[in-house]
């Protein structure tokens, strides 16, 4: 169905922006200093410890810009001009958790966090098996620190990440997932992260630990949506620790209005015959970054890496992976897909790294892309850095169209364009939502993909020759 | 049923069909032969509709409308099935969806109730029979992985499901081997009837051994240099088409009597 061209694309260089001022940084410095002179006794020494540390980072740091390789097609210029308050969730606590409901089908299996707060009052679970904990991480640090400590700030990195120092620094809470050994826990869990704001700027750092305890089993739904009629930032976390023969499947549903800048990083940790899967769905919000990474330690552990990006209008998605191979005999299968309409534009950068003592690693990467549109664009660039001599890994991606030869297939059968079409880029994005283990939360993305194509005012007949793709010969 | 009067086509500036006339009557078979590059598929294509081309003359009448006015998906809704020389292969769509999506268009084009999946699966289990494909190539996307055999079964699976009026057959016999093509000749030949008239497009005389057509017709350089009956078609294949092509003697008319 798609004319494919098969390349390796890297960016081409695009505008560039001055580094962030001092004032910038020095405003999240005022805040961060406010925060923490607040009521901070419930927090462990170790923990701000840490944070001290990333706010240092952070400053040294500063925000990224488009000079930096790693940030060269996103700028984020506009989270560093705009002076975002942090936001509280007290304007939400008298609100009925109804309100919050995304899908009738999670009443008993949700828990909601307000910017970045844990809400009791909003979260309603069933009882949970035996060992099982869901709780804010607030409450657990305060509680029972040792089962968060040993993870908490050591999966995700934030020395080379400025948004994982900034996370870090205003850590104050969050959600806290963990599955005792051996565990299989039946029911998906669907964390809501709402970003609640009202007319002025703001922003919220969610952040999320999940802890899959050795033999264990569990689906996790992290789902981001938010009510704001101001500019939002979203800057949000999540460690996932996968232990020895552990079992993770990671849903992220990206929902956010348009008027929200989302930065996102996860992080996985994986131990020997680990299994994590990564799905990570972005169906809307203004400008988007999503930093996915997985970090195969243990042998025989194995990361699937899937992505499903619908843009339109004037947004600007950027899907960033990173897979480390660093034990022996692990396996990695990725698969990202795009589908671009209106003046959307995209980048995805996948980067595999096999590290020297990676033998028998086997690695498949694909990124493929639909345009719908002549405005839209797309910049592709899949990467593989192997220090191993006795590995299988394949990448490839492709950027193509509805071609008008399917298209006259289906009308020989009666079937008009519009519909041809419709039926061909849900086919396109059902190849990942399909991968999706849980079967209810197959069926809520699936139904969120339709109601992007059903609202959309998907164009017709792209132009052959004038496809906004930029794609120049990888180095 | 079909009546082509003086078609001229052209392709970027070159002339394909140089003047066609043709003539196929209610349960008419008609077949017609003719060797690589005698413009035989862009005769199909162009009747179903492919924008690809330029009509620069002529007329095609079905049922006394002007076929060339409607849109491809027009021509199928009022019954014009083109079975594909290259079946195209669609990822994503699951092959009954595909197929109730069709029939769908079709009932809602002529203000029936539409039918909805349980039954739709009931009916196309029955069909796929007849084409002695399994039961699983319902559930895989539309020609994903199947041999050019299957395809072909495949879109003879989409006739007997779309029932249609007028079936123009481009190259299906081609590229089977002698079991699939049976299957396929015979799925054929049961959906003949006296309100439905065939056109078979195709290189080799050998599908005309188990479908008998009333007229065949030899197409060259985009004319149509001989007709007659069955009897043509055993002579192409003794002789070849090179028989034809030095017989100058023979009439440059194909059309009709």
């Known amino acids: 169905m798609i004319t494919v061209h098969l390349v390796t694309a890297r960016m081409p260089s695009g505008p560039q922006t001055m580094p962030s001022t001092a004032t910038t940084v020095d405003q999240y410095h005022a805040q961060f200093e406010r925060l923490i002179g607040g009521d901070l006794s419930s927090q462990p020494e170790d923990l701000l410890q840490l944070r001290y540390a990333a706010m240092d980072r952070f400053e040294q740091l500063g925000f990224p810009t488009t000079q930096q390789e790693e940030w060269r097609g996103t700028s984020v210029d506009s989270i560093a001009r705009t002076d975002f308050q942090l936001l509280d969730d007290s304007d939400l606590a008298d609100q009925p958790p109804e309100t919050f409901c995304l899908d009738d089908e999670l009443v008993g299996s949700q828990v909601v966090l307000v910017n970045g707060r844990f809400a009791p009052h909003l979260t309603a679970l069933e009882e949970l098996p035996a060992g099982v904990v869901i709780q804010g991480l607030a409450d657990v640090l305060a509680a029972e620190p040792g089962l968060v400590l040993p993870h908490l700030g050591r999966v995700a990195d934030f020395d080379e990440q400025a948004f994982v120092a900034l996370n870090t620094a205003f850590l104050m809470d969050g959600i806290f997932i963990h599955v005792p050994e051996s565990l299989h826990a039946q029911r998906p869990i669907h964390v809501i992260h709402l970003s609640a704001i009202g007319e002025m700027p703001g922003q919220s750092h969610p952040r999320t630990l999940v802890v899959a305890a050795a033999n264990s089993r569990l689906t996790v739904v992290e789902h981001y949506a938010g009510n704001g009629t101001g500019p939002a930032f979203t800057n949000a976390v999540t460690e996932i620790v996968s232990q020895k023969s552990a079992g993770v499947d990671y849903v992220r549903v990206q929902r956010e209005p348009e008027n929200t800048t989302h930065i996102a990083t996860i992080q996985t940790h994986q131990e020997a015959d680990s299994r994590v899967a990564l799905h990570t769905f972005t169906t809307s919000g203004g400008l988007v970054r999503n930093d996915v990474n997985a970090t195969l330690r243990g042998p025989g552990a194995e990361v699937l890496m899937n992505g499903l990006y619908l843009v339109r209008d004037h947004q600007h998605v950027d899907n960033h992976t990173r897979i480390d191979h660093v034990a022996p005999h692990c396996t990695s299968n990725e698969n990202y897909k795009g589908i671009l309409d209106g003046h959307g534009r995209a980048i995805f950068n996948g980067r595999i790294v096999v590290h020297p003592d990676a033998q028998k690693t086997n690695a498949v990467q694909s990124n493929r892309n639909l345009m719908l549109s002549d405005q839209a664009l797309v910049n592709t660039n899949p990467q593989l850095e192997i220090y191993a001599d006795d590995v299988k890994c394949a990448h490839g991606s492709t950027v193509g169209q509805i071609d008008e030869e399917t298209l006259f297939y289906f009308r020989t059968r009666g079937i008009d364009r519009d519909t041809a079409q419709n039926l061909l880029v849900d086919g396109f994005a059902r190849e990942i939502i399909r991968q999706i283990a849980a079967e209810s939360v197959r069926i809520s993305v699936q139904n969120l993909v339709s109601d992007w194509l059903t609202d959309g005012h998907i164009a017709s007949g792209p132009d052959r020759d004038k496809l906004g793709v930029s794609i120049t010969d990888h180095e | ?257």
Do not use: C
């Not at chain 2, 862009?42 to 179903?48: E, G, K, N, P, R």
């Open chain 2, 1 to 257: 049923m079909l009546e082509i009067k003086n078609l001229h086509v052209s392709v970027e500036g070159q002339e394909i069909l140089k003047g066609i006339d043709l003539k196929i009557k209610p349960g008419e078979l008609h077949a017609v032969m003719g060797p690589n590059g005698s413009g035989k598929s862009t005769f199909s294509q162009v009747l179903a509709g492919r924008d690809t081309y330029e009509i620069t003359g002529g007329k095609v009448l079905y049922g006394g409308r002007n076929l060339l006015e409607l849109s491809p998906e027009e021509r199928s809704l009022e019954g014009v099935f083109l079975s594909f020389q290259y079946p195209v292969v669609i990822p994503g769509v699951n092959n009954t969806y595909f197929l109730q999506a069709a029939v769908n268009a079709q009932r809602k084009y002529r203000g029936e109730e539409e039918i909805d999946a349980v039954d739709f699966l009931a009916l196309i289990k029955e069909k796929i029979k007849l084409v002695q494909l399994d039961e699983s190539f319902l559930h895989r996307p539309v020609n994903e992985g199947f041999s050019g055999g299957e395809k072909k079964r495949n879109e003879i699976l989409q006739m007997l499901t779309l029932e249609p009026k007028l079936a123009i057959l481009d190259e299906t016999d081609s590229g089977l081997d002698i079991d699939a093509l049976k299957i396929v000749a015979e799925g054929i030949d049961s959906f003949r009837s006296p309100e439905r008239s065939f056109l078979v497009i195709t290189h080799y005389q050998r599908i005309l051994n188990y479908i008998e057509p009333d007229r065949v017709h030899v197409l060259l350089d985009g004319r149509i240099v001989r007709s007659g009956g069955p009897d043509l078609a055993h002579e192409l294949e003794q002789k070849g088409y090179g028989w034809i092509q030095y017989d100058n003697s023979a009439p440059g008319n194909g059309a009709d009597a």
